[in-house]
């Protein structure tokens, strides 16, 4: 190799016009990072500027003057390019884009990255540090309010997210990503100090609650943003293990989120008062203003650490796809080609339904330990919050686990896998033995079900089921009679339900790493703030719709017809799978610019 280019970058000697179908390309051992101990060749600033783009605007403008080629534009007109000078411009061009990635721009690529981790984190912590304490500070602040409307307060974080989500990600396909992530995340920051006031209003504090709680969930919408970034700035062998890490930080927020809310409750219910500034410092308000704190630090390393980078598939520095159109350039010959849009709604609908059976699995929890182990409110809460930790460590370690294992096997085999590790442990779950549940007896009014109004199916069940307890001096156990089903469905055994857990715990991760994976590599070079919005979209609406779901199956028809549905649904997501298993692979395999195995 000769020594040129940008940062006494090495080159590899042009010659030849690149084939259809690309070898891996070499790498140069250099700093350590997320994505591995080598760097795979990316175009140095004058390589992605003097690169193909400009080679078609040239043509398309008729030979316009052009510096690097030592001429001089003559006044009036613009000298024609020979047929030599156009054959040495295309070596240059070949050179260019050839340029091994230099070490400062490498480590800044990834420092950029590890903000987004960053803020993946923060924005699960959102959600979760005040989840236990919803109900309390709002029967505190607001007397008035009733069980349904926590499920308003609950479902409102999921529906903010819903709405902002391809919001954001339509913001950052024309802007730079600085801009949706720092104006995302200050208005969570605002919605959390709000949530920390809402004790002043002399009337409606429920509604300003809500208010906090959509906003928060709406500047959450900035997930989509932080993962088409990730998918942008990552080749494809990068791209798995990027994408597992996001996923990952992901679910250490929503494990430590709690955590950080009992450490908060040794304030106490009264804790401190700023006159000042009229602030109750106490459990309830602690932990949102420490996420206000959290994300102010993510504004400020956003503005300092975070920069605009964008490599193509095989790993080549481009230019940032925010700015192409400020320049009236031409999107990269990379990006040419239409995406696969059927496999694209095939991604969004597996998507659906992995959050919405992981949702199901979360509400279904409580009341069913509950209906079919006599426990009472508070052993369910406190055993269900430590398989629910348990869980949360073993989605951890799965995370890191498929990033080596996707190399071997494949996004595509990994994800049908995981389905089918999720279809057994839902299969598990079903009543199979003779043994009947303890019945409830006392308070008994009549036989029939229970009626809920609307306003009530959107509370997930553990909420609703708590609020009918708690009014309860002395808590009744086991099944209610009220349930009709507990009279003739046999009980579910403590071993089924700890090895449903297990299996869910496992395949819920699998799925939803290749999930993002296989989605960011379908789309390809193109902006994908947008798709990666409905993708997150359709995640709050399963997140939504899982809890109205099981509040009305259970209850009704019980754990049989719950999890038979279930099962229902994941056996056509296989049959989906299947269907369009062979259209599930990267945008440049798919228009014959890279080989299958080097992705």
């Known amino acids: 190799m000769e020594r040129g280019g940008v940062g006494g970058a090495r080159r590899r000697p042009a010659g030849t016009q690149r084939e259809a179908t690309l070898p891996a390309p070499p790498l140069a051992v250099g700093a350590l990072g997320s994505g591995g101990g080598t760097r795979p060749l990316a175009a140095g600033r004058e390589g992605r500027v003097g690169g193909s783009r400009r080679s078609r605007r040239s043509r398309r403008r008729g030979a316009r003057k052009r510096p ?71 029967q505190k602040i607001d007397p008035t309010a009733d069980a349904s409307f926590l499920g308003w307060i609950i479902a409102s974080y999921s529906i903010g997210q819903m709405v902002a989500s391809p919001l954001f990600g339509l913001w950052s396909n024309y802007r730079p990503r600085r801009e949706p992530l720092v104006v995302s995340t200050a208005i969570s920051v605002a919605a959390n100090c709000l949530y920390a006031y809402v004790h002043l209003p002399h009337s409606h504090n429920k509604y300003y609650m809500l208010t906090a709680r959509a906003l928060v969930g709406f500047g959450a919408g900035n997930v989509a943003v932080v993962r088409s970034y990730i998918a942008g700035a990552t080749s494809l062998t990068e791209r798995t293990s990027a994408m597992a890490n996001t996923s990952a930080c992901q679910a250490v927020g929503f494990i430590l989120g709690p955590v950080f809310q009992t450490c908060f409750t040794l304030i106490g219910e009264e804790g401190i008062t700023w006159k000042s500034i009229h602030l109750q410092l106490n459990m309830y308000t602690a932990p949102v203003l420490f996420g206000a704190l959290l994300g102010i630090i993510n504004i400020i390393l956003t503005f300092a650490i975070f920069r605009e980078h964008r490599v193509d598939d095989m790993g080549r520095q481009c230019n940032s796809i925010n700015f192409e159109r400020e320049e009236g350039g031409v999107l990269d010959q990379d990006a040419e080609g239409n995406i696969d849009h059927v496999a694209v709604v095939a991604v969004n609908f597996l998507f659906f339904v992995i959050l919405f059976v992981f949702a199901v699995f979360e509400t279904i929890a409580t009341p069913l330990t509950m209906d079919m182990y006599s426990w009472t409110r508070e052993k369910a809460v406190f055993y269900n919050g430590i398989i629910l930790s348990a869980i949360g460590v073993e989605s951890v370690i799965v995370f890191m686990v498929v990033k080596t294992l996707s190399k071997k096997t494949g996004e595509r085999a990994i994800l049908h896998g995981g389905l089918l590790i999720i279809l057994i442990g839902f299969f598990i779950l079903l009543p199979w033995g003779k043994k009947l549940p303890n019945i409830q007896w006392q308070e008994i009014k009549n036989n029939s079900v229970p009626q809920t109004t609307p306003s009530e199916m959107v509370m997930p069940f553990w909420s609703f089921r708590a609020m009918q307890l708690s009014s309860n001096h002395s808590e009744p156990a086991g099944c209610p009679i009220t349930q009709s089903w507990c009279l003739n469905t046999p009980m579910i055994y403590l071993a089924q339900y700890i090895s449903s857990d297990i299996l869910i715990g496992l395949g819920y991760p699998v799925c939803n790493v290749m999930s993002y994976t296989l989605y960011s590599k379908i789309l390809g070079p193109k902006p994908q703030g947008v798709y990666m919005g409905w993708l997150t979209a359709s995640g709050s609406g399963a997140r939504i719709l899982g809890p109205v779901f099981v509040s009305q199956i259970y209850t009704h028809l019980g754990p049989r017809w719950a999890f038979s549905l279930i099962c229902g649904v994941v056996v056509l997501s296989l049959l989906v799978l299947e269907i369009v298993y062979k259209r599930l692979i990267a945008f440049s395999v798919r228009h014959g610019r890279m080989q299958e195995e080097s992705c």
Do not use: C, N
Request: net charge negative; glycine share 8%.
């Open 68 to 138: 690097e080629l030592g001429m001089a534009a003559a006044e009036g007109r613009e000298p024609l390019l020979r047929a030599g000078e156009e054959e040495q411009e295309r070596q240059q061009q070949q050179q260019g884009r050839d340029v091994v990635e230099t070490e400062e721009h490498y480590k800044s690529r990834w420092r950029s990255i590890w903000i987004m981790y960053l803020t993946m984190f923060l924005s699960s912590v959102g959600f979760s540090i005040v989840i236990m304490s919803v109900w309390p500070y709002l």
